[in-house]
């Protein structure tokens, strides 16, 4: 009889372990559910939305999160060198002043990255930021988004140019 009562404890403490779990599980779920619902409304702008479905989570590293700011200012680096080509065969001085000026804000910014990157371990593998791919469905559609989430569980807005990491 003794061995029964161990087995019948036994098999209700993993039955409790393992509820534990699952509704620990549902939170997680949940609170993503909800963070992206504010991203959607707070960040995008969109006020109808009939639901969202989070379809993928990525966890990212300070060092790939610098990696993922480097590739973003290295994009735009290169559009507002073409967009000052343009201004220049346009003969537009005041425009092409401007790209200029952009082209070495953002040159400035990039080095702070680079810098910051180089001074990183690549081969870390705690959790920095989690990169959330969802989409929203509104009256007007679908789209699908990308934005990141805190390990505290609140959506955060990528702005290579005031991140906490290079100022």
């Not at 993503?32 to 939305?49: A, H, R």
């Not at 003969?91 to 092409?96: R, W």
């Not at 200029?100 to 959790?127: C, F, H, K, Y």
Request: proline letters at 3%; aromatic letters at 10%; charged letters at 25%.
């Amino acid at each position: 009889m003794n061995i029964l009562k161990k087995t019948g404890l036994l098999l209700l403490a993993m039955v409790l372990l393992w509820s534990c779990k699952k509704k620990q599980d549902i939170t997680i779920e949940e609170s993503l559910e909800n963070i992206t619902i504010q991203y959607v409304k707070n960040e995008l702008g969109v006020s109808e939305i009939d639901s969202v479905k989070v379809l993928k989570v990525d966890t990212v590293t300070q060092y790939g999160y610098v990696q993922i700011n480097i590739e973003i200012l290295e994009q735009l680096e290169i559009e507002e060198y073409y967009e000052m080509k343009n201004a220049t065969q346009n003969e537009d001085t005041v425009a092409e002043k401007q790209h200029e000026l952009n082209m070495r804000q953002i040159g400035d910014v990039l080095e702070q990255w680079r810098a910051l990157g180089q001074s990183l371990p690549s081969n870390d593998t705690a959790p920095y930021r989690y990169l959330v791919t969802a989409n929203y469905y509104s009256p007007v559609g679908m789209d699908q988004f990308y934005f990141f989430v805190t390990p505290e569980m609140s959506y955060y807005v990528l702005d290579p140019y005031g991140d906490e990491l290079v100022q």
